[in-house]
Nanobody
C-alpha cells in the first residue's frame, strides 16, 4: 500500500521557519521525482518545489526561490521542505507528490499558517 505522510506543518509568525517532512512507503522511493505543492483557500494548487530522483536537480516557484529548500534522503524514504522567512501569503495546505512517468501519488497534506 502506497503512503505519503506529511508532517511539520503548524502556525508560525511572519519571518519564521518550518521544516516539512514527507515519509514514503509502498514504492521504490529512489525511482521517483518528488515535489511539494500547496493550495491556499480559494486558489488552485500550485507547484512549490521539485527534486529529481537523486537530489541533483531542484526547481522552485519564483515566489519561494531563495526562501525554501527541497531535499531528500533516499535512505530514509523522506523528502523535506525547509521554509524560511515565511510570509502570510505562504499560508496553505502543503502536499507531497511522487511521480515517475504516469505513476503518481499524493499525500494527504499538512496545514501551514503564517500569521501574527
Amino acid at each position: 500500500q502506497v503512503q505519503l505522510v506529511e508532517s511539520g506543518g503548524g502556525l508560525v509568525q511572519p519571518g519564521g521557519s518550518l521544516r516539512l517532512s514527507c515519509v514514503a512507503s509502498g514504492f521504490t522511493f529512489s525511482n521517483y521525482a518528488m515535489r511539494w505543492y500547496r493550495q491556499a483557500p480559494g486558489k488552485e494548487r500550485e507547484l512549490v518545489a521539485h527534486i529529481g530522483n537523486f537530489g541533483t536537480t531542484t526547481n522552485y516557484a519564483e515566489t519561494v526561490k531563495g526562501r525554501f529548500t527541497i531535499s531528500r534522503d533516499n535512505g530514509k524514504n523522506t523528502v523535506y521542505l525547509q521554509m524560511n522567512t515565511l510570509k502570510p501569503e505562504d499560508t496553505a495546505v502543503y502536499y507531497c507528490y511522487a511521480v515517475r512517468g504516469r505513476d503518481d501519488y499524493w499525500g494527504q497534506g499538512t496545514q501551514v499558517t503564517v500569521s501574527s
